[in-house]
């Protein structure tokens, strides 16, 4: 597989440069993309856009992290796959309650197994997949760059 | 109360009935054979879509579109120290069997590394995450044995403090409401539910298998026969793959009969006939084109609707009060083509009906039409796909009269 030759490419790079953490957080600021920017080294790719930028890294589990940060230096969106999710504390930062107690909110709903789709005001959390292959990404729809949709977060 | 009982017509006009919902639009595809394996046989196992287990804890909390089964654990060995355990989901998208704690009564031995260390695992699903202890145990379904089985336990008492890189994966499914089953039966075409990444030490190997001495779990790399695994697989015989076979399902009903049938082409009743089969990459994913986009796809009986791109791209409303599922004003008709590795195609047609009706009648279990968005992954085939059709399933790495898995087949 592509990632996987990917992943090879960079296992011993990213291994040595990110023992434990995931980068940036969700809705982080230019301080936290700083601290992100220290680990360096460990980011496989960094892609330019028009209205920002995609910092692809991998996270302590090898999970491939993809980092949407505007041109402000805020981070809007996180993408994610690999065989799990990623330290999805790490991930969305200041929104992991927000997004815990809507989990446990939802159940009620729910009448059945499968992705998760977590819509809260300020807050976008999909997960998905199957065992050994799953996705999952996160955004914060009022920070989203102007003429940015949430599709690129992927 | 609904009346629950259905009574498959197998025959021609079921076959009709079928053609015109699963039409085939492109050469060469034909939709698998659609009768109901009914006749006891070794390799024969009887599933049930029903509200399963956890309906006992109120008309809120029953299942919709799963497919239940029963599972037999011993203790390794043993005929007489063995358990039967209902309420277990038949999952194609995972593989190995993972079993409640507080649905098991008899004592399995507990799995351990070299230095006598108890090991543990943290499972991850779309949806959240299993923690608990690799016991070892015979599994018995129909006439087949697999011998000395790692299985997880999920929600052991024993193993109380899920570690900190596990919990931060996702939700926990640590009990019958979060779960909603007693346990899952991981059949897909993986044969260990990690695989070489865990075997090694590295980055894979974080945060799934643990050993955990008396001063706490820590992250191990664990064997491959040792991982917790398709319990199919291990089977000694009708071990290449599994036949979800499913009646058709028009509207809802309170529970449907099924089987899922061992092996494929192993039996004179578990050939492949005329369905088509559709090669994956080795996770079990292929290709579906919607309006001439090609997007990642999987089959997966553990989900409970058809989860497939999102409001915009369908142009089907997500309903009000529920955003994962789609409330169209009126039934639609979504056609697709699915695309295999190995160059097959074949045009699909499925229902997604309004969730907020579909789910009014608690009583209702199998219920065709239940759809959601799932703009994340492109689609996941779950259940209601499975109406109506035998769905193979080829493990990765062996034989088949039509190849070497993984594939998929309908």
């Known amino acids: 597989m592509r990632l996987k030759s990917l992943f090879a490419m960079s296992i011993a790079i990213v291994a040595s440069a990110f023992p434990h953490s995931a980068g940036a957080s969700l809705g982080g600021d230019l301080s936290s993309v700083r601290d992100d920017q220290m680990k360096l080294q460990g980011t496989l790719r960094m892609t330019s856009k028009n209205a920002y930028n995609v910092h692809e890294i991998q996270a302590s589990n090898g999970?491939?992290?993809?980092?949407?940060?505007?041109?402000?230096?805020?981070?809007?969106?996180?993408?994610?796959?690999?065989?799990s999710h990623p330290d999805l504390r790490q991930v969305l930062g200041a929104n992991y309650d927000q997004f815990a107690k809507a989990v446990q909110a939802q159940r009620a709903q729910r009448h059945g197994r499968g992705p998760l789709l977590i819509e809260q005001p300020g807050l976008v959390v999909q997960t998905g997949g199957h065992m050994r292959a799953l996705v999952g990404k996160a955004y914060l729809p009022q920070n989203l760059p102007a003429g940015v949709g949430p599709e690129v977060i992927r | 109360m609904k009346a629950i009982p259905l009574r498959v017509p197998l025959g021609l006009s079921l076959t009709l009935l079928l053609l015109s919902i699963f039409g085939c639009g492109s050469a060469g595809t034909q939709p698998g054979q659609f009768q109901v394996t009914t006749t006891a046989a070794p390799n024969v196992q009887s599933v049930t879509v029903n509200s399963g287990p956890s309906s006992i804890l109120g008309p809120g909390s029953n299942y919709v579109d799963g497919a239940f089964t029963s599972v037999t654990v011993c203790t390794p060995g043993s005929t007489t120290n063995c358990q039967t355990i209902d309420g277990i989901l038949v999952?194609?998208?995972?593989?190995?069997?993972?079993?409640?704690?507080?649905?098991?009564?008899?004592?399995?031995?507990?799995?351990?590394?070299?230095?006598?260390?108890?090991?543990?695992?943290?499972?991850?699903?779309?949806?959240?995450?299993?923690?608990?202890?690799?016991?070892?145990?015979?599994?018995?379904?129909?006439?087949?044995?697999?011998?000395?089985?790692?299985?997880q336990v999920i929600g052991s008492l024993n193993f109380p403090t899920v570690p900190a890189d596990c919990a931060s994966q996702g939700p926990a499914e640590?009990?019958?409401?979060?779960?909603?089953?007693?346990?899952?039966?991981?059949?897909?075409?993986?044969?260990?539910?990690?695989?070489?990444?865990?075997?090694?030490?590295?980055?894979?190997?974080?945060?799934?298998?643990?050993?955990?001495?008396?001063?706490?779990?820590?992250?191990?790399?664990?064997?491959?026969?040792?991982?917790?695994?398709?319990?199919?697989?291990?089977?000694?015989?009708?071990?290449?793959?599994?036949?979800?076979?499913?009646?058709?399902?028009?509207?809802?009903?309170?529970?449907?009969?099924?089987?899922?049938?061992?092996?494929?082409?192993?039996?004179?009743?578990?050939?492949?006939?005329?369905?088509?089969?559709?090669?994956?990459?080795?996770?079990?994913?292929?290709?579906?084109?919607?309006?001439?986009?090609?997007?990642?796809?999987?089959?997966?009986?553990?989900?409970?609707?058809?989860?497939?791109?999102?409001?915009?791209?369908?142009?089907?409303p997500v309903c009000n009060d529920i955003s994962f599922l789609y409330c169209p004003a009126t039934a639609q008709?979504?056609?697709?083509?699915?695309?295999?590795?190995?160059?097959?195609?074949?045009?699909?047609?499925?229902?997604?009906?309004?969730a907020d009706l579909l789910l009014s009648n608690p009583a209702s279990a199998a219920i065709n039409g239940l759809a959601g968005p799932n703009s994340l992954g492109g689609f996941d085939f779950g259940l209601p796909f499975f109406f109506g059709l035998n769905v193979y399933t080829a493990f990765d790495g062996k034989a088949t009269p039509a190849g070497t898995g993984p594939y998929i087949a309908y």
């Open chain 1, 63 to 83: 999970i491939v992290v993809r980092e949407y940060v505007s041109l402000s230096g805020n981070v809007f969106g996180v993408a994610w796959q690999g065989h």
């Open chain 2, 91 to 151: 999952d194609t998208g995972s593989s190995g069997l993972r079993i409640l704690s507080s649905a098991l009564s008899v004592t399995l031995p507990q799995q351990t590394d070299s230095s006598s260390n108890p090991i543990a695992e943290c499972a991850a699903f779309a949806d959240g995450i299993t923690w608990g202890p690799v016991q070892t145990a015979d599994v018995k379904m129909a006439g087949e044995l697999a011998s000395s089985l790692p299985i």
């Open chain 2, 174 to 316: 640590d009990d019958l409401v979060s779960l909603g089953a007693n346990g899952l039966l991981g059949v897909g075409s993986s044969i260990e539910d990690c695989g070489p990444d865990c075997a090694t030490t590295g980055p894979f190997s974080q945060g799934a298998y643990y050993s955990c001495p008396t001063t706490g779990c820590v992250d191990t790399t664990e064997g491959l026969a040792q991982q917790v695994q398709n319990p199919v697989a291990a089977f000694a015989t009708d071990n290449n793959g599994v036949i979800l076979e499913l009646p058709a399902v028009t509207g809802e009903e309170g529970s449907v009969n099924g089987a899922l049938i061992f092996g494929i082409g192993t039996q004179a009743n578990n050939g492949l006939g005329s369905a088509t089969v559709f090669g994956t990459d080795s996770l079990g994913n292929f290709t579906t084109i919607f309006k001439s986009t090609r997007y990642s796809t999987f089959l997966d009986s553990g989900s409970n609707a058809i989860y497939f791109l999102d409001a915009t791209t369908t142009g089907i």
């Open chain 2, 333 to 354: 008709k979504i056609s697709v083509t699915n695309d295999g590795t190995n160059g097959a195609s074949g045009s699909v047609t499925f229902t997604v009906a309004n």
